[in-house]
């Protein structure tokens, strides 16, 4: 069973930074496109970042860009989020999630193309 374990998250005040971990286990990691969701309370999951197999490619939602930066590290089966100038609305539960992909340029910012998903850490932003 595909195994993925965050760490990372916390309690920090706006313009701090963060960076959200996320391992997989028993996953042929370089293979798989990974991405980065968010749930705040009373609201839908949203996407925030996505990665393709190698890296090369990668795209953010229009709230985070510039903020935020997404990057691997396949020999560690580690894919990171990192998160500066952080502000209240980002406050949510932060998952990680990965997509099986044939193609090594694709990414995905549909929460319905990943398989595996996250714990879910929370990141609260305190104004």
């Known amino acids: 069973q595909v195994q993925l374990v965050e760490s990372g998250g916390g309690l920090v005040q706006a313009g701090d930074s963060l960076r959200l971990s996320c391992v997989a286990f028993?996953?042929?990691?370089?293979?798989?496109?990974m991405g980065w969701f968010r749930q705040a309370p009373g609201k839908e999951r949203e996407f925030v970042a996505t990665?393709?197999?190698?890296?090369?490619?990668?795209y953010y939602a229009d709230s985070v860009k510039g903020r935020f930066t997404i990057s691997r590290d396949n020999a560690k089966n580690t894919v990171y989020l990192q998160m500066n100038s952080l502000k209240p609305e980002d406050t949510a539960v932060y998952y990680c999630?990965?997509?099986?992909?044939?193609?090594?340029?694709?990414?995905?910012?549909?929460?319905?193309?990943?398989?595996?998903w996250g714990q879910g850490p929370q990141v609260t932003v305190s104004s």
């Open positions: 999630a990965t997509s099986p992909s044939a193609s090594s340029t694709s990414y995905s910012t549909r929460a319905n193309a990943y398989d595996y």
């Open positions: 028993r996953l042929t990691f370089s293979r798989n496109v």
């Open positions: 990665i393709s197999w190698s890296g090369g490619i990668t």
